[in-house]
């Protein structure tokens, strides 16, 4: 596929953090691709590095962080031209090639909303900084496009809300001004990390609503990381399922939803409550917890939990299979399927 | 269900209400009226569960039936062998003996164990309190605590941080059921876990009740969790009840056009239904300057001109035992 069509091409993302002089490798081997205007959901319970991967590609990693990655290359597409970014090249997290992208390119939506804002800066400084920084409008100018983006997003009053702080606003229209933030310099990347756990169903409902149209109308390409498969139902494109930080199933929402192969990912969809079970019916449970990540035993991280565990599922590291065209699944159930690297 | 069915805990006009003062001699301007004007009754072996959105008096409405929360008004009468006492008006002696009966189950297991002392002084205390004076029979009921929730016996000497939150959730009712009390209060008991552990702690929860016949008041935001777990289930909105019913029929046909939006704000992880989304604008109002007449009516599609000013009561409306607060049945009675 050429590089129009893909926004985001992850090859062989590693990621480890030093702590207590040992090291731990968080995300391993991770390989995903975005497709230009639409959405990957990331899914995984928590700590299986979904939040890392994203993060790391971003380089928001603290300094005991060790990124490693065959390629992140990042494809912009200015006036139908489009230009290569080699993100595993840049040195610097922090330094001027890094900020550039950050904003007019790729932006980032935090989980919680009450500790993503400035408490002490007004609601409208906060979103006009970025537009500020990186094309170097007046203010006055600023605040015309903050008001124009804030009526968009759906903020009742906007003259008036620009003026307020962060806590004068609810979840989810604080919410609201951070997705603000993220859109203000209009970038083509969007990264929500959980950006609706905070919220109540209803809010939820709201923002949802506000992303979906966000990629659809005006073609932005989304990445939500999140832990509910009714979410990614209802979001996403393609799915990329992560356990213990691998990705164990990659697909379009059909393959992953109607074709489901990895027994993780079985397992989780089947664990969840749905409105309108029968009486009686029970929820099936996925047995142990997760193991932790310091201490890995070789062969597939899932086989404690499996239930169609192997003996060879612990022998070696477990590579991934093709089973169809673009679905991508890790376990030795498919191993007559061609491998991918 | 049977018919007969006997009623552990009576409800009646439970008001809670928190002052908002001003001042140096702390006026009472205003009231946070959190629960306001509730009333309902649970039967002995039933989940009953509660949902609502953040904020619509939930929690607090555990909490004041356990006593934690001083009621402003209204009565909690519990069913002692037949007979009916009030809560509220107890002194400290019965109060005591009350906590026996009626325990609860905090959201969050990380802060609900005290992290410098082991599982074992943690789970001593209550019998201790409650007049276990032999260790070995303390020992015993700690042991079959512990069977129940499926955590092997000899952890008791280890601390809370050498457990993984399902562990700690799971210790938590553990210790709630040392007592052998008759209602379980579970606050939240499953939010702050992973889908995988969750379905783990519901499933034990259940098997738990059948074995011990236990009431569950399982109070959570999660109306597929509630569903899952409830007989039936109440609605709650701005601290009124806005629809009490059973667990399928509140699912299969909702009432209040609150549960109708709630429902269907809730996402399926099914790709094939398509259902038509019914996004509620705006947000709860402030439970300080709560809207007149039904509370819901500013963001309701289906507001009539008497919603703005009347508040409506609550009036029996299809199958026995689903009630509804909204004028649209109310109307409806009176002309049937």
Same mark, same amino acid.
Do not use: G, R, Y
């Given at each position: 596929m050429d590089t129009k069509e893909i926004i985001l091409d992850v090859k062989n993302l590693n990621t480890t953090f030093v702590s207590d002089r040992k090291e731990v490798r968080i995300v391993k081997n991770v390989s995903f691709q975005v497709k230009r205007g639409t959405a990957l959901a990331v899914v995984g319970e928590s700590g299986c590095g979904k939040s890392v991967t994203m993060n790391s590609i971003m380089r928001f990693l603290g300094k005991n962080a060790k990124i490693e990655a065959d390629s992140i290359q990042y494809n912009a597409l200015r006036d139908g031209k489009v230009t290569e970014y080699h993100l595993e090249q840049i040195k610097n997290p922090n330094g001027p090639e890094m900020r550039a992208l950050r904003g007019p390119d790729m932006s980032m939506v935090f989980q919680d909303p009450m500790s993503s804002l400035n408490p002490v800066y007004k609601v409208g400084d906060q979103v006009a900084e970025g537009l500020i920084q990186h094309t170097g409008m007046k203010k006055k100018e600023a605040r015309e496009k903050v008001l124009e983006m804030f009526r968009k997003l759906g903020i009742p009053d906007p003259e008036e809300r620009i003026d307020c702080y962060p806590h004068q606003f609810s979840g989810g229209m604080k919410q609201r001004v951070v997705i603000a933030i993220a859109m203000i310099c209009n970038p083509e990347l969007i990264i929500c990390?959980?950006? /609706? /756990?905070?919220?109540d169903v209803t809010i939820q409902a709201q923002i949802m609503e506000l992303l979906k149209d966000l990629q659809v109308k005006e073609g932005k390409s989304i990445v939500l990381i999140t832990h509910n498969m009714g979410l990614v139902a209802e979001m996403a494109d393609e799915v990329c399922v992560m356990y213990m930080g691998r990705v164990v199933e990659f697909g379009s929402l059909e393959d992953v939803f109607d074709r489901t192969s990895h027994p993780y990912t079985k397992a989780l969809l089947r664990s969840v409550p749905v409105l309108g079970l029968a009486d009686g019916q029970k929820l099936e449970t996925i047995p142990g917890s997760t193991p932790n990540p310091a201490n890995l035993k070789p062969g597939c991280e899932f086989a404690d939990r499996c239930p169609e565990c192997t003996a060879a599922c612990r022998e070696k590291d477990i590579p991934t299979f093709e089973i169809s065209p673009g679905h991508r699944v890790r376990c030795l159930k498919y191993k007559n399927f061609p491998e991918v690297e | 269900m049977n018919e007969k069915r006997e009623v552990i805990f009576k409800i009646e006009n439970l008001k809670t209400w928190f002052p908002i003062t001003k001042g140096a001699f702390k006026k009472v301007v205003g009231h946070v009226k959190a629960v306001d004007d509730v009333s309902l009754e649970v039967y002995r072996g039933e989940t009953l569960g509660i949902v609502g959105e953040s904020g619509c008096g939930k929690s607090t409405f555990g909490k004041t039936i356990m006593m934690l929360e001083k009621a402003t008004g209204g009565k909690v009468l519990f069913n002692y062998g037949g007979e009916f006492k009030d809560v509220t008006k107890f002194n400290k002696d019965e109060m005591f003996q009350f906590r026996r009966k009626v325990q609860m189950v905090f959201q969050d297991p990380y802060s609900a164990l005290?992290?410098?002392?082991?599982i074992y002084t943690s789970f001593e205390e209550p019998l201790k309190v409650h007049g276990v004076k032999n260790q070995a029979d303390r020992e015993a009921v700690m042991q079959k605590v512990l069977k129940m929730v499926n955590i092997q016996p000899d952890y008791l000497m280890r601390y809370p941080h050498e457990f993984s939150g399902g562990q700690r959730q799971r210790l938590c009712i553990a210790r709630a059921l040392e007592v052998m009390p008759e209602v379980l209060i579970c606050d939240e008991p499953v939010s702050a876990l992973d889908v995988s552990i969750q379905a783990q702690v519901l499933n034990l929860m259940k098997d738990i009740q059948k074995e011990m016949n236990l009431t569950y008041l399982f109070i959570a935001h999660d109306l597929s969790v509630v569903q899952y777990m409830s007989d039936r289930i109440v609605v709650m909105y701005l601290g009124k009840i806005v629809e009490i019913a059973d667990s399928r029929a509140l699912y299969d046909e909702p009432l209040h056009p609150y549960t109708k939006a709630l429902l269907s704000a809730i996402p399926v992880p099914?790709?094939?239904?398509t259902k038509k989304r019914q996004i509620l604008e705006g947000e709860v109002p402030s439970p300080i300057h709560k809207p007149s007449g039904c509370a819901f009516h500013n963001r309701c599609?289906?507001?009539?001109?008497?919603c703005k000013t009347v508040d409506p009561a609550m009036v029996h409306h299809g199958a026995e035992g689903h009630m509804v607060a909204c004028h649209l049945y109310t109307q409806n009675e009176k002309q049937g």
């Open positions: 990390d959980e950006p /609706t /756990t905070a919220l | 005290n992290p410098q002392k082991k099914d790709i094939h239904k599609p289906n507001c009539m001109e008497i």
